[in-house]
């Protein structure tokens, strides 16, 4: 359809999709794009997680005088007698968001957008984790008619490339977990050798075994903490992380930063790249060494890494301390939404929210952490 100017396609061919490489790539640039809105996420997440679970692309275009001015990337599941149109990606922290050119016009792609969804992806629901609640995209869904989405959670952004002495930031940070940046480097450091480094994406078997460490510890991490996950356990995740880290080597999409103790893997994280910031996915330790903060440690050295090449780092969405230190406290808001698109869609949401009324679970088993829902005019359900 071409609705003031523009054109709107839906794309649901694969080959279709991993073609749009070059012209996808060229808007993130202009754009500034998130590590979430680039080709190589989309693709691989296609690839590994959506195709295997039986899921539709339905990727949403915009096209001004034939050249790519919008990206929504979504799939389409069904679930028993429903159709639900997701973000296409991990089920793990990751953003959702529309990538628009940002020399047209933000509000009328983002209202296009919106409608292709509702209108001509066939879903009776979409379901949206962590939208900017500051975003357009956020505003117009919350304003649909039965529109529910969670409590905002905080997300923490270290604004590096504006600061042009680490000494001076480092002092301004004060102390975590009574430690000043350098202190756990220099403490372990007493007790053994340390080496740290960025694993080349070309060198797959050693990423591929240390993604394994890395979802094995986060695991048990996870039990300790109770904050399970089924993507912790998904071998779609895992062939994800590989490929994210490796497939594209002369311009890799994520890095896997690692620190060995006398030669021993002690601490790895993973962050995805954008164009301007790097982002926090996962990060392993080795529980023996725990009293050494050796996760604290990784993060530190990585946040070092992203200020040296002229990243910003965002730390995702979560309340731990180490985010909101390394921040300064610079954060924004982020709510998961859920829209009934027709009638089936409306009836099955209210069936599930009769049916968890009285119990403290979200309505929404897609969401992590429990978070209750609220309605667009601020009541719980």
Known sequence: MRIMGTQVQIVADARA???????????WSRADGQYHESHAFSWLSWQHLAKPQGGALRCILGYSKSKLV????????????????????PDSADYSSILIDPQEDAVGLTQLAIRAAMKDCNAAIIRLPYVHTDSKLFRFLSDAKSCTHAEPRRASVARLRDIDDWGSYCASLGTLSGKKPGALERRLSNKGALEARVIAPTDRQTIAE?????????????????????WLYSDGYRDFLISILTDQPAQPAALLYLILFDGKTLATTIVGKGQSSVKGLITGFDEAFSKFSPGHLVVEHMVKWAYDHNFNFDFGVGT???KAYWSRDNATKYASMEIPVNTWGRLALSGKRLLHANTRNSQFSWLRGGKAMSTRNGNAT
């Not at 999709?17 to 808007?27: C, I, R």
């Open 320 to 322: 731990e301390p180490f």
């Open 70 to 89: 919008m990206v929504w990337p979504l799939v389409l599941y069904r679930r028993g007698l429903w159709t639900i149109l997701k973000s296409l990606g």
């Open 210 to 230: 240390l993604v394994d460490w890395t979802l094995e510890h986060k695991r048990k991490w996870a039990q300790h903490a109770a904050k399970q996950g089924a």
């Open 17 to 27: 999709f991993e073609k749009l490489k070059d012209d996808w790539t060229a808007l």
